[in-house]
């Protein structure tokens, strides 16, 4: 069982449709991030929680909704997505959001937006 | 603005061959910087370094830091072509952690 784990690990939905991504951690860290990794382009953070409480949100447009209800699980939720929002949405945890320590990724989640 | 930039953005090799992955950063208030592997999905952990000049060992792979200069460079000995995939570079600072876009490895046998 990989340290972080992501699901469902592809989705395909309609730019009207509500749906969500899951992650959790079992490693017992306190900080969990979401990255866009679109092709060809570095990977851009998302969302930072550190303890529960929200730390970044780097400009990302209010379609994207995420929720941390504890340290172990992060969600992100989808409404009126574009087309240009598929992408791989990878979830990472570290120890906690000083930057002392490295990020364990999941695998992602494949979203495609038709 | 902060930025990292690797160099190159693709590179095929034989098996056998070394190869040398680049990586320059302009951050502000930089902690640290790492190095991942991408196979598929997850990437995972190589590397982290925080003083310049100390090379970090593991197997094949080795890597050194130089803040003076503002790079890093990733080596692969002896490539196989489990080395295929995509590397990326991350640079650490007070507030978030920036990627640069990833050098493909490609080893054919």
């Known amino acids: 069982e990989t340290g972080v784990t992501q699901t469902p690990r592809h989705l395909v939905m309609g730019m009207t449709n509500k749906k969500s991504l899951k992650c959790e951690q079992h490693?017992?860290?306190?900080?969990m991030y979401w990255y866009k990794q679109s092709a060809k382009k570095p990977l851009e953070l998302m969302f930072v929680?550190?303890?529960?409480?929200?730390?970044e949100n780097n400009s990302v447009p209010s379609r994207f909704s995420p929720e941390c209800p504890n340290s172990s699980h992060l969600f992100l939720h989808l409404h009126t997505l574009q087309p240009e929002d598929s992408a791989l949405y990878l979830c990472?945890?570290?120890?906690?959001?000083?930057?002392?320590?490295?990020?364990?990724f999941g695998e992602g989640s494949r979203l495609t937006v038709l | 603005e902060d930025k990292v930039v690797q160099s190159p953005l693709s590179l095929v090799v034989h098996e056998g061959d070394t190869v040398t992955l680049n990586c320059s950063y302009e951050?502000?208030?930089?902690?640290?910087l790492l190095w991942y592997k991408q196979e598929k999905k997850a990437p995972t952990f190589l590397f982290m370094l925080?003083?310049?000049?100390i090379e970090k060992k593991s197997g094949r792979l080795s890597s050194i830091l130089d803040k003076k200069e503002l790079f890093s460079i990733l080596n692969i000995t002896a490539t196989q072509t489990g080395d295929s995939a995509v590397y990326l570079c991350?640079?650490?600072?007070?507030?978030?952690?920036?990627f640069g876009a990833g050098t493909r490895l490609t080893v054919k046998p």
């Open positions: 925080t003083s310049s000049g």
């Open positions: 929680y550190n303890f529960k409480e929200q730390t």
């Open positions: 951050v502000t208030n930089f902690r640290s």
């Open positions: 990472a945890s570290s120890q906690d959001g000083s930057n002392t320590g490295e990020l364990f």
């Open positions: 991350a640079v650490k600072n007070n507030n978030d952690m920036r």
């Open positions: 490693l017992g860290h306190n900080a």
